[in-house]
């Protein structure tokens, strides 16, 4: 999933980087690329690759910047989830910089990485929520979707442990937006097909432009 906030990045920076460095960053796949339609296959094999792809789904996380990013995204079609809120470590002492020419302070976030591998979503509340979302596969483009509020899910972990917990806010939100990746859905679908077709032509415009 994408931040909440518009990031002012331009739309084509990210991949001429990939070719030049060590770092494991790949390349996340954009509509209308038919691979995101997708249905991801169960993982079986708890074993380096998958550590592997999960440390390079961070790392193109991170580097995107995004929230959330499933398999399918980098073109691995495997239920495989990484999601990070990125909270501000209310702890930390504020970094003081300087870019920009003013004089200010950053709030460090604090990492959580979590891996959420063959996901299950159990119970699903009758109550709704609204957030607006995006996606890194839809760069720069956001609308409200309407999900359940609380849901209880169900996943494995690197090692093939098996979880379950209960969530609300926006973790709920940001494991349903990844989930429906891997059934090959996309936020967009859940627009009508008129705010669909704005988004996209919206998206077009913005990649002619730059
Ligand atoms: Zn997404």
């Known amino acids: 999933m994408g931040l909440h906030q ?42 380096d690759d998958l550590r592997t ?38 702890d930390a002492e504020p970094v003081p910089c300087a870019h920009d020419g003013h004089h200010h302070h950053h709030q460090p976030t604090k990492r959580e990485p979590q891996v959420f591998i063959n996901p299950e979503l159990l119970e699903p509340s009758e109550e709704r929520t609204i957030y607006n979302e ?26 093939g442990q098996t979880h379950e917990e209960d969530m609300d806010g926006l973790l709920a939100t940001c494991l349903q937006h990844e989930m429906d990746h891997l059934e090959g859905i996309l936020f967009i679908d859940h627009l009508s097909r008129l705010k669909r077709t704005m988004v996209l032509k919206k998206l077009e415009k913005l990649r002619r432009a730059a």
Request: hydrophobic letters at 40%; charged letters at 25%.
């Open 6 to 47: 518009p990031q002012h990045r331009h739309l084509a920076s990210r991949r001429s980087r990939d070719y030049l460095t060590q770092m494991a960053i790949r390349e996340i796949l954009e509509v209308p690329d038919p691979r995101l339609k997708q249905i991801s296959a169960p993982v079986t094999q708890f074993d």
């Open 53 to 90: 792809l999960v440390a390079d789904m961070f790392e193109t996380m991170y580097d995107a910047p995004g929230i959330g990013l499933a398999a399918v995204q980098v073109g691995v079609p495997l239920r495989v989830l990484v999601i990070d809120l990125q909270p501000d470590d209310p």
């Open 134 to 159: 995006g996606c890194l596969s839809v760069p720069e483009m956001y609308a409200e979707v309407v999900r359940p509020a609380r849901i209880r899910a169900r996943w494995q972990d690197l090692d």
